[in-house]
């Protein structure tokens, strides 16, 4: 089970992580790119659930490479609290689950995330220096 106070610590040792606030929500950036982001549920998702109960708790959008590593992710972390909604069909990010997550799945979620906007330059460092 993940915080945001843990989503910090992580993307914390992501270098050139900016701590931003795009439509009045967290989001952490690298290359003035956000990857990831607070995201509750605005009144129109609750309302596409209809009768199905939404997830409860914490909810962290990350960016993920293309539509198919979305497909990859969402397939394989289903059971860690990964998952997307109507509102981000064609949309190249996945939802989180923060009561759900693992740690280790969070993390490597966060990297790949920063991965897709960080500088090669700087990813090549970070990565080598692992």
Not at 88 to 112: C, I, S, T
Request: hydrophobic content about 40%; aromatic content about 8%; proline content about 6%.
């Amino acid at each position: 089970m993940a915080t945001f106070e843990d989503v910090e610590r992580l993307v914390g040792q992501l270098p050139e992580t900016e701590e931003t606030t795009r439509h009045g929500r967290r989001t952490w950036a690298v290359g003035g790119k956000g990857y990831a982001w607070e995201r509750p549920f605005s009144k129109a998702d609750l309302k596409r659930y209809g009768d199905e109960t939404p997830p409860d708790g914490p909810i962290l959008a990350i960016t993920v490479e293309d539509l198919a590593e979305k497909e990859a992710v969402l397939a394989a972390r289903a059971d860690d609290g990964f998952f997307t909604i109507p509102h981000f069909n064609g949309y190249a990010a996945v939802l989180v689950e923060l009561d759900k997550v693992p740690e280790e799945a969070l993390r490597e979620a966060l990297l790949d995330g920063w991965l897709v906007h960080a500088p090669a330059e700087v990813a090549k460092a970070h990565l080598d220096g692992r």
